[in-house]
């Protein structure tokens, strides 16, 4: 079984530019989550993804959205990329079985740093 | 709203002492899980446990155990014997029973076991 990956690992961009980070999810899961989590901080929600749409969000600006796509990989995209911005971006997959619907897998990251 | 605090934001302990980490959460639903992660250097979050809050029985797992007490809203981690490998830092969350399961995450406990 494998795990959630997630690519790319690290990448560093400037202010303004734009970036897109992308998710596989878990096999057999159906849901993805992306979580933001700054230096020394706990993740913080950004959205997710059940069926291709959006199904919840967090306190995020517009210029964070999203995709999910019919093999359940998910990508992240960030438009006009502020200093605040820097972080590690974790992805997680669950499955919508009673027993494993909120159990989040997660990915090892993609470390974004913004200069 | 809801919240988790850990207060601890790092403990060193020395290797086969035991350890104790400590999490406070604050909700206003009825029903609801709580889970622990741990997040080794590597970043991915790895799953420890998931609690409902219909049951307070404690859990044993190995090295680890776990004390839910909704009375005082904590829901505390123990390694007993702790080992090098345990160095990590350790997340708890909080997360709805139905709807888009986002996880509230506290800040972390960095815990660091002394050889």
């Known amino acids: 079984e494998t795990g959630v990956t997630q690519s790319p690992t690290h990448l560093i961009k400037t202010r303004g530019q734009q970036v897109t980070l992308r998710c596989s999810s878990q096999s057999g899961h159906n849901t993805v989550s992306w979580y933001q989590q700054a230096l020394g901080q706990g993740p913080q929600f950004i959205f997710q993804?059940?069926?291709?749409?959006?199904?919840g969000r967090g306190n995020f600006p517009p210029r964070f959205s999203g995709l999910q796509f019919p093999n359940y990989s998910s990508e992240l995209n960030v438009n006009a990329l502020e200093l605040d911005d820097s972080a590690l971006y974790l992805c997680?997959?669950?499955?919508?079985?009673?027993?494993?619907?909120?159990?989040?897998?997660f990915g090892a990251g993609s470390r974004l740093t913004v200069l | 709203a809801q919240k988790v605090t850990q207060a601890q934001t790092e403990i060193s302990v020395v290797e086969k002492e035991d350890v104790t980490l400590d999490c406070v959460y604050e909700?206003?639903?009825?029903?609801?899980?709580l889970f622990w992660y741990k997040q080794p250097p590597s970043g991915e979050l790895v799953f420890l446990i998931r609690r409902n809050s219909f049951d307070e029985q404690n859990e044993i797992s190995g090295r680890y155990s776990w004390n839910f007490q909704k009375s005082t809203s904590s829901f505390n981690f123990t390694i007993t014997a702790s080992q090098v490998v345990d160095s990590a830092v350790y997340f708890c969350?909080?997360?709805?029973?139905?709807?888009?399961?986002?996880?509230?995450f506290g800040t972390g406990t960095r815990l660091k076991v002394l050889a």
């Open positions: 969350a909080l997360s709805a029973t139905s709807g888009t399961y986002k996880y509230i």
């Open positions: 993804y059940y069926r291709e749409e959006e199904n």
């Open positions: 909700t206003r639903d009825t029903t609801y899980y």
């Open positions: 997680a997959s669950s499955s919508d079985t009673p027993s494993g619907a909120n159990v989040l897998t």
